[in-house]
């Protein structure tokens, strides 16, 4: 089974900007990070084919939130500008699921980072 091991979380001022880091233990053909807040579902933010390259965000995030991949070492990013209090919760990287991204069945999970942010 693949181990995503993230990091990179903390807590920031409204306005700020963190970056998220995934490292996949083994070759996964896509990669990606959920995150859920407190009393909330969890949801996607983005997701990448590590073959195509091609990246896919939810609506509401692509203006701020950056998802990309360094292929050589399995490694997983996200970078995050423009940080609000309603952007905290905990991120978690997913990989190799099946069907869409949004409901990534079958998928492996990492343990989560937490993102705080402040105002």
């Known amino acids: 089974e693949v181990q995503l091991v993230e990091s990179g979380g903390g807590s920031v001022q409204t306005g700020g900007s963190l970056r998220l880091s995934c490292t996949a233990s083994?070759?996964?053909?896509?990669m990606g990070w959920f995150r859920q807040a407190p009393g909330r579902e969890r949801e996607g933010v983005a997701a990448?084919?590590?073959?195509?390259?091609?990246?896919l965000y939810a609506d509401s995030m692509k203006d701020r939130f950056t998802i990309s991949q360094d292929n050589a070492k399995r490694t997983l990013y996200l970078q995050m500008n423009n940080l609000k209090p309603e952007d905290t919760a905990i991120y978690y990287c997913?990989?190799?699921?099946?069907?869409?991204?949004?409901?990534?069945?079958?998928?492996?999970w990492g343990q989560g980072t937490q993102v705080t942010v402040f105002s």
């Open positions: 997913a990989a190799n699921w099946e069907g869409s991204w949004s409901q990534p069945a079958g998928a492996n």
């Open positions: 083994e070759y996964v053909h896509s």
């Open positions: 990448i084919y590590t073959i195509s390259g091609n990246a």
